[in-house]
């Protein structure tokens, strides 16, 4: 049982407990009693989660294509494939279930590219790694494409 206090306090005392609060009150329609700012707060968190969620996961695909593409090491290929699938599959999934955020891939394109591209460079420097990415930028692509 969750003790009396104040939604705020429980908010920032037992996240647990306040989102059991919180949905107990959305449900039975008490919207009056509910903790306003703190679900705004939450809410606002869960897209910034999905926003870099995104940005990790298209950072982490450029750098292991470039990794599959430039560098020449035949027994580390298919470990780069694997995670190539699974980046893949999660961003799909990730764009399944919020699919407003194609519209954001565009624009993080080139500081992900940037940052994979710095990574690989830093650990592969006997590799030469190009200064644009070389194909298509085009999420479908980058989803579906054997670049190798």
């Not at 870099?52 to 996961?57: G, Q, V, Y």
Request: proline share 5%.
């Amino acid at each position: 049982m969750v003790k009396a206090t104040s939604p705020q306090t429980l908010y920032q005392q037992d996240l647990v407990a306040w989102y059991d609060d919180t949905v107990a009150k959305l449900r039975a329609g008490n919207f009056a009693a509910l903790d306003v700012e703190g679900l705004i707060e939450e809410i606002e968190g869960l897209a910034g989660r999905d926003r870099r969620e995104l940005k990790s996961r298209l950072r982490v695909l450029l750098a292991h294509l470039l990794k599959r593409i430039y560098v020449d090491a035949p027994n580390d290929y298919r470990g780069w494939e694997i995670t190539i699938r699974e980046q893949r599959r999660q961003l799909l999934d990730l764009l399944e279930q919020s699919p407003s955020l194609r519209n954001e891939v565009e624009p993080l394109f080139s500081k992900c590219w940037a940052e994979a591209l710095a990574t690989v460079r830093e650990d592969y420097p006997q590799t030469v790694f190009p200064d644009r990415w070389p194909s298509s930028t085009d999420l479908d692509a980058l989803l579906n494409e054997k670049f190798w």
